[in-house]
C-alpha cells in the first residue's frame, strides 16, 4: 500500500500533531509507511513497533501491553469487542486492519477510563496483563448476577386520562400530532393570538396552553 492509501485507511483515528494519536500521520517517517505498506509480507513485531515509536519519540509499550491490545480478544472486558481474524502462530500484526483494531480499542479504553487518551496510553502502556485486567474489571458488571434476579414486572401502557407526570403531559399534548409542520403551526397560530392580546413575549407554556 502507498503512504496516501495508508493515510487514508487511518484517517478517522489518527491525524493529530502529537501523540499516540499522530502515530500514523502526515508528520510520520518514512520508514514506518514502508514497515506498514509491507505488513502483510512481513508482520510487526512487537520489537518493531517499539522501534516505530521511538522514532518518533513516543512511549514504548510492554509485551503484555502489545498482547492484549494486538494479539487477544479479551474474553470478558467492560463493552463488547469486535472480532476480527488473527492469526495464532505469530506473535505479529499481520494486517492493518489488525493494527487499527487495537488502537481504537486503545482509544476508546483511554477515553472512557482517563477522559484522555494519551494519559490512557502513558498509563497503560508499560502494565503487566494483571494490571491492565484489574483496571478494566471495576466496569464490567455481572451479568450473570443480573439474570438470577429474574424478570421484571410487565409494564403497561397507561391511559391518557391517569397521566399526571410533566413528561406525561407533554406526551399527551403531542401524542395526536401527525408531524413536526403540524406542531409548528400550532405554535405560529398561538404566538399570532399572543400576539394580538397584547402579549409580547408569550412561553412555549403559554402558547400550548389551550392543548393542555
Known amino acids: 500500500m502507498t503512504r496516501k492509501m495508508i493515510l487514508s485507511y487511518f484517517e478517522d483515528l489518527m491525524g493529530c500533531n502529537n501523540g499516540i494519536c499522530s502515530f500514523v500521520s502526515e508528520n510520520s517517517s518514512d ?11 512481513s508482520p510487526l513485531t512487537k520489537v518493531q513497533f517499539d522501534q516505530l515509536l521511538a522514532l518518533q519519540n513516543m512511549q514504548t509499550i ?3 501491553f502489545f498482547r492484549f491490545y494486538w494479539l487477544e480478544i479479551p474474553k470478558v472486558h ?4 469486535d ?3 488473527i492469526r495464532n502462530d505469530i506473535d505479529a500484526i499481520t494486517t492493518l486492519e489488525q493494527l487499527k483494531w487495537g488502537f481504537n ?6 477515553l472512557f477510563v482517563y477522559g484522555n487518551i494519551q494519559k490512557g496510553y502513558e498509563t497503560l502502556c508499560c502494565l503487566k496483563m494483571q494490571e491492565i485486567s484489574d ?8 451479568t450473570s448476577q443480573i439474570k438470577r434476579r429474574g424478570n421484571t414486572l410487565h409494564f403497561e401502557e397507561i391511559e391518557k386520562e391517569d397521566r399526571y407526570l410533566i413528561s406525561e403531559m407533554a406526551c399527551k399534548t403531542f401524542d395526536n400530532l401527525k408531524n413536526r409542520e403540524e406542531l409548528v403551526d400550532i405554535l405560529l397560530k398561538s404566538y399570532k393570538s399572543a400576539i394580538k392580546q397584547g402579549v409580547m413575549h408569550p412561553s412555549f407554556r403559554n402558547l400550548l396552553e389551550d392543548q393542555l
Open 105 to 110: 480499542r486503545l482509544f476508546i479504553d483511554a
Open 135 to 142: 483496571i478494566f474489571s471495576k466496569y464490567i458488571f455481572n
Open 83 to 85: 472480532a476480527i481474524g
Open 31 to 41: 520508514y514506518l509507511f514502508d514497515v506498514l505498506g509491507n505488513i502483510e509480507e
Open 78 to 81: 467492560f463493552y463488547q469487542i
Open 62 to 64: 510492554s509485551d503484555d
